[in-house]
Structure formats: C-alpha cells, structure tokens
C-alpha cells in the first residue's frame, strides 16, 4: 500500500482518501475523427480532422474517468492506442491517485527514455485518473485542485489559419460578432509585408476591442525569426508564439531579450526539465505547456508551478476541456486556448462567450457533460 502522504501535493488529504479507496481495474480505449469545423492550414502542415483517442478507465468499484489525445497525424493512432495500453498494464490494480501514477509510470519506462507517443500514453492515463478522481468525491476537477475561480479568460483559436485575407478577416468578424474579440492569427506568409498588413486589416476592421496574438508554428528560421519580430514589435501584439523550432531554446531567448512583444512557447515541451530548461533561459516571456505533452494534468500542474516560481504567466494548448480546470486552480493563469474541434465530440464541452468559458458542475473533468 503507497502511503496517503507520499507524493501528494496537488490535492487534500481527504480527497486522497477517497483517491485510496478507487482501484483502477480496466481501460477501453477508441479512437474518432471528428471533422473540424474550420479546416487549418499553419505554417508547419495542414489539418481538416481531429484525430482522437478516446480513453476511458474503469474502477473495481464502476467508476469511469475519461480523457483523449489528439494526434495532428492519423497513421499514428494505433501507436498512441498501443502505448496507452501499455502504460496502463503498469497501474492496474493501482489505486487512483493520478500524482503516484504518473511518477510510478514515468519511472517504470525510464530505460525506454522518454518523450513522445509514451509520454502522451501517460497523459491519458493521468487525465483519465483526475476524471475518475472527481466522480469518486462528486467534485469538478477544478475544486479537487483546490480552484475557485469559475470563468476562465480565453482566446479564439478555433479558425484563422493562413488563407487568403478576405476568409481569415470572416472568421474573425464571426468570432468578434458572437462577442469574442480576443483571437490567434496564424502567420507564415511568403513575407513579413503580408503579414502586417493582415494584421492592421484586422485591427482597422474590427476596431479598438481586438486583441490578438500570432503562431508562426515553428516556422521561421532563426534568422528569418528576427528580422520579422523586429517588425511586428510595434503592432500591439498579445505575444508571438513559437517563431522558431521549438527545441532552439538558447536561439528564443535571444529573441525573447530582442523583442518587446511578449514570446509564447510551451506546447512542445515534453517534461519539467525541458520546462525548467527554458525557463532557465528565460526562452519565452509566457509559457503554455500542452496537458498530453508535458504528460497530463499532474505534470502540467507541476510545470505552472514551475513557472510560478519564475514569474512567468501559463496559458494552455488545445484541450479546453480539461485545460480550463488546470488554469481554474493556478495563480499564475493567463489565457485558455479555445478551439472548437471537439465540441461536437463531447456533450460537455463549453464554447467561450464574451472571451470567458465558463466551468460547469460536473464531477471531474465534465467531458460528456
Ligand atoms: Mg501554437
């Protein structure tokens, strides 16, 4: 038996009772390809469908928790669902307490080494677990992590790929008309003269109240990084994210150091010590790990304390669902990103309005409502 105490951080000592009590007995994993509404086209690939995991566990007692992956690549759902079957070999029979799951996890595939499918294995484990957590006490995830907070500030990410003007500028008129004015462009145009000028139709079309932030995706070379920041300084930005390849942290912190919009990234770190690894660096001004990435909501929990000690602000990527309970319960929150592509896969899944998402009641993560 793991002692109640034993790496508990996240959670009350009574909710960890309960956790005690909950002995995870089976997992029945799917998979969907949910259609997204707003096809994508980024600077690093294009994407028409949501490819999903979907990961339910069951307890001895008939609880079930539920999560999913998302996979930008279809031809690799069997290895995620494969490894996810595998990651939970190592925990049945364990008892649900998602922190000791995960640390048991990523320690029994320490030899494999680890970032990758298996880490997003663990992830959906771990979600899973939280999910499974909340129905055991009859609390939404969000009061299990101690959260109070029941409005979420968000951004539209659902759209805005990169297109031609006139369609990126009605997906944003859509957004702003259904009262969402906080929003992320895709960038990666032949040339940065493209880009600005997208930028001031859209603040000169819908006027004053816009606020948006830009993604190049990883898709400028370091050197292409620094000339087109330099000239999108001065365009009142929220942050520009991902300029270049994620693992050139040394390269993003002298951007960082060179630009005065803020630079975003996190969605490509794969464990805390990348996490501390950038943060060292001081590689980005915000950070916004990604909850199947980083290795599931214990470990995004841990990187946003991280960040806390460093002072820096945590927004999420993809993942609304379970995201908005993550930045409920941390005090260095910034933004939820909001993008739809699941909303008609899940019956609990919750559309922003007035740039806000609002956190229901349901036990756990809420992901059928
Ligand atoms: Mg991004």
Excluded at 327 to 345: C, G, M, P, R, V
Aim: proline share 3%.
């Amino acid at each position: 038996m793991i002692s109640l105490t034993e790496n508990i951080e996240l959670m009350s000592r009574e909710d960890a009772r309960y956790a005690n009590q909950v002995v995870l007995k089976k997992i029945i994993i799917e998979t969907a390809t949910p259609r997204l509404p707003m096809p994508l086209l980024t600077a690093s690939g294009a994407l028409e469908n949501a490819f999903l995991v979907l990961v339910t566990l069951e307890s001895e007692c008939g609880l079930v928790g539920h999560s999913y992956l998302f996979s930008p690549n279809q031809s690799l759902l069997p290895s995620l669902v494969h490894a996810a079957n595998a990651a939970f070999k190592e925990v049945e029979g364990h008892f649900c307490v998602p922190e000791q799951l995960t640390d048991h996890l990523l320690a029994k595939f320490r030899l494999f080494g680890g970032t990758g499918i298996l880490t997003m294995a663990v992830a959906s484990i771990d979600m899973a677990a939280w999910d499974m957590l909340g129905l055991a006490v009859g609390k939404p995830l969000y009061q299990i992590l101690g959260g109070a907070t029941q409005h979420i500030h968000c951004y539209e990410s659902s759209g805005l790929g990169i297109g031609s003007e006139a369609s990126v500028i009605g997906q944003a008129e859509h957004f702003v008309n259904l009262g969402n004015s906080r929003m992320k462009v895709r960038l990666g145009y032949e040339t940065v003269n493209e880009e600005v000028h997208l930028i001031t139709t859209l603040q000169g079309t819908l006027g004053n109240q816009v606020e948006l932030m830009v993604d190049y995706n990883q898709g400028l070379s370091v050197e292409q990084a620094f000339a087109r920041c330099q000239v999108l300084d001065d365009h009142g930005l929220i942050w520009i994210e991902e300029p270049i390849s994620a693992e050139l942290l040394e390269s993003a912190s002298k951007l960082t150091a060179l630009t005065k919009t803020p630079i975003q990234l996190g969605e490509n770190l794969w464990s805390l010590t990348e996490v501390q690894r950038s943060l060292d660096l001081n590689a980005s001004n915000y950070l916004m790990p990604d909850v199947a990435k980083i290795g599931g909501a214990t470990q995004w929990l841990r990187s946003a304390k991280l960040a806390a000690k460093a002072g820096v602000r945590v927004s999420s990527h993809l993942y609304p669902e379970i995201s908005m309970h993550l930045l409920a319960s941390i005090d260095n929150a910034h933004y939820l990103e909001y993008a739809d592509w699941t909303k008609l896969q899940f019956s609990g899944h919750q559309a922003p309005s007035y740039n806000k998402v609002a956190l229901g009641d349901a036990s756990g993560v809420g992901l059928y409502g």
